[in-house]
């Protein structure tokens, strides 16, 4: 069975501080995609990255970076120079290669304090 | 460009009564999902349809809940003889092709069951 755990339930910095979200998952398909996504306090969600299996390319996006190790099962994203906007639940999650089985983890909640 | 968007944003029922959310996807998505977000929780995954077809219905509860995604008009979640556990945010959203693409997610409709 596919599972994503997320074991920060809360993280609070202070503006300018770099964070890090950890996800780990669990699945058994070779092949599969991880997703971020966001919910800030407005309740949307808000697409970040996906990546595939095949890519243990780290990846930088602006202020946010994720690093991707397949040895360790671990997805983790970190925002570098937070700010208050970042406020938010951020979510990891996972899906098998061909969509089935589509599961998220429970959510880190990010509160960035001026 | 519109985004998904889902309708209504807030909705109250009473015990026994049926809840109707309704979802558009994106222009040119024919792929549509919901979610169901539970109070301080992650979101869970409950059904997958294309057009006229439920593709994986695996996270939907056996009873009462059902939902459909017609040729033509938004996709329908029916909720009939709500309960209070029933209380939650569900999410909608949609992707232009299958489960490996980004899935764009809708405001949610909160559904508050009195």
């Known amino acids: 069975a596919q599972k994503v755990t997320q074991a920060q339930t809360e993280i609070s910095v202070v503006e300018k501080e770099d964070v890090t979200l950890d996800c780990v998952y669990e699945?058994?398909?070779?092949?599969?995609?991880l997703f971020w996504y966001k919910q800030p306090p407005s309740g949307e969600l808000v697409f970040l990255i996906r990546r595939n299996s095949f890519d243990e390319q780290n990846e930088i996006s602006g202020r946010y970076s994720w690093n991707f190790q397949k040895s360790t099962s671990s997805f983790n994203f970190t925002i570098t120079a937070s700010q208050v906007v970042d406020s938010a639940v951020y979510f990891c999650a996972l899906s098998a290669y061909y969509g089935q089985n589509f599961v998220f983890g429970p959510g880190t909640r990010l509160s960035v304090l001026p | 460009n519109a985004g998904v968007m889902q309708n209504p944003r807030h909705l109250v029922r009473r015990r026994g009564q049926e809840a109707r959310l309704r979802c558009s996807p994106m222009?040119?998505?024919?792929?549509v999902y919901w979610y169901r977000q539970l109070p301080e929780e992650g979101l869970k995954f409950m059904v997958y349809l294309q057009k006229e077809n439920i593709i994986d219905e695996s996270g939907m509860p056996k009873e009462r809940f059902s939902a459909e995604f017609p040729k033509e008009g938004p996709s329908i979640l029916r909720i009939q003889q709500v309960v209070r556990g029933d209380s939650a945010a569900y999410f909608c959203?949609?992707?232009?092709?299958?489960?490996?693409?980004?899935?764009?997610f809708g405001p949610g409709t909160r559904l508050t069951v009195t």
């Open positions: 959203a949609s992707s232009p092709r299958d489960w490996t693409y980004e899935q764009y």
């Open positions: 699945t058994r398909d070779t092949t599969y995609y």
């Open positions: 222009k040119g998505h024919s792929h």
